[in-house]
């Protein structure tokens, strides 16, 4: 039989990395479909304002980027490309759709819709977008917190 090699060889410092990055145990990691790591949105999840949520907040939050990521990644895209199109068509299957078995109703939309506006425009004030038009406008803003025009917007959640 062949010598394993342990599942964490050549990682034996992960807990000082995490540390030096500022990533602490309990802290969300997003990996996209391919298994990447956005370094923007990794940034976001531990070193800002959203990492001193509640621990149930940062769970459903967590929760609502994933949704909107997926349906981003089946079109594509990368929530940095997201537009505002893209996102009244995720607010579309998420509330409305048929095709959607597990629509839901006005309340959920609503804290899906604040998390990624704290996102957004977290992004937006750090200028951490490489496609400046993205979605958050309207009754659901332009998604990404930029304009028709490429400006920045502030989004109305409505609270």
Known sequence: MADRVPDLAGW???AGREDRVGIHPGDPIL????????EVLSRYLCRSSFARLAPETKRNYTDDYCL???FLWGRGKTWRE???DDLWDFEDWRTRSLRNPRRV????WNRGL?????LYEWAVQREQ????????????SDAAGAGGDGQAV??????
Do not use: E, K, N, W
């Open 12 to 14: 034996q410092d992960l």
């Open 31 to 38: 990996l996209s479909p391919d298994y990447g790591i956005d």
């Open 68 to 70: 909107f990521f997926d």
């Open 82 to 84: 997201a537009t505002a």
């Open 105 to 108: 109703g006005g309340s959920r």
């Open 114 to 118: 604040a998390a990624l506006a704290r």
């Open 129 to 140: 977008f490489v496609h400046r038009r993205s979605a958050a406008d309207g009754s659901a």
């Open 154 to 159: 502030r989004l109305d959640t409505g609270a």
